[in-house]
T-cell receptor, first 115, second 112 residues
Framework: ETGVTQTPRHLVMGMTNKKSLKCEQH?????MYWYKQSAKKPLELMFV???????ENNSVPSRFSPECPNSSHLFLHLHTLQPEDSALYLC??????????????FGPGTRLTVL | EDKVVQSPLSLVVHEGDTVTLNCSYE??????LLWYKQEKKAPTFLFML????IEKKSGRLSSILDKKELSSILNITATQTGDSAIYLC????????????FGTGTRLKVLA
């Protein structure tokens, strides 16, 4: 079990549904990340939060909406997704970049299927 | 555009074999290179390399960075079936403070 947890682990939703993914880290980190992992593609960085402020948004469609209420929790709100959004969504956390210990720790991911 | 390329894309070996996985990068303002192992879901951290020529070792795994060649290798000796996984390489830069650029990974399968 890692210090980063994600729920749910699996999610099947229709294109008109609204759902949320949750990530929680217990490592005292102050940066949190959402990644999308599709088959045969590199991990795609979606959003980065540092000290609860969004610092990176990699041209992600507005149907994905992140929220970081505090440095331990990160949400990804999903609305009117497309079938091509089906993927593994990984959350990660790290100490603030710039120091010597900036490796990321990943959660187990949410396997999302959009019908 | 920053890029990380891993090779081979996939590899099948037998237990006891030694494997070498490659990671090459083209980025602006390189800071560090990281290796991760992804078995079922969550990638787990293996090594972080920042200096050229210094080998990092953990059990049967070792890795080294060559900044001249813009590459790194990950060696696994005496492979075991438990080494079967996707091995991911990521590079960080000083320009994108929170940017981790990942390769597609190498899928390793170790047969008993």
């Amino acid at each position: 079990e890692t210090g980063v947890t994600q729920t749910p682990r699996h999610l099947v939703m229709g294109m008109t549904n609204k759902k949320s993914l949750k990530c929680e880290q217990h490592l005292g980190h102050n940066a949190m990340y959402w990644y999308k992992q599709s088959a045969k593609k590199p991990l795609e960085l979606m959003f980065v939060y540092s000290l609860e402020e969004r610092v990176e948004n990699n041209s992600v469609p507005s149907r994905f909406s992140p929220e970081c209420p505090n440095s331990s929790h990160l949400f990804l709100h999903l609305h009117t997704l497309q079938p091509e959004d089906s993927a593994l969504y990984l959350c990660a956390s790290s100490h603030l970049a710039g120091g010597p210990y900036n490796e990321q720790f990943f959660g187990p991911g949410t396997r999302l299927t959009v019908l | 555009e920053d890029k990380v390329v891993q090779s081979p894309l996939s590899l099948v070996v037998h237990e006891g074999d030694t494997v070498t996985l490659n990671c090459s990068y083209e980025v602006t303002n390189f800071r560090s290179l990281l290796w991760y192992k992804q078995e079922k879901k969550a990638p787990t951290f293996l090594f972080m390399l920042t200096s050229s020529g210094i080998e990092k070792k953990s059990g049967r795994l070792s890795s080294i960075l060559d900044k001249k060649e813009l590459s790194s290798i990950l060696n696994i000796t005496a492979t075991q079936t438990g080494d079967s996984a996707i091995y991911l390489c990521a590079v960080t830069t000083t320009s994108g403070t929170y940017k981790y650029i990942f390769g597609t990974g190498t899928r390793l399968k170790v047969l008993a």
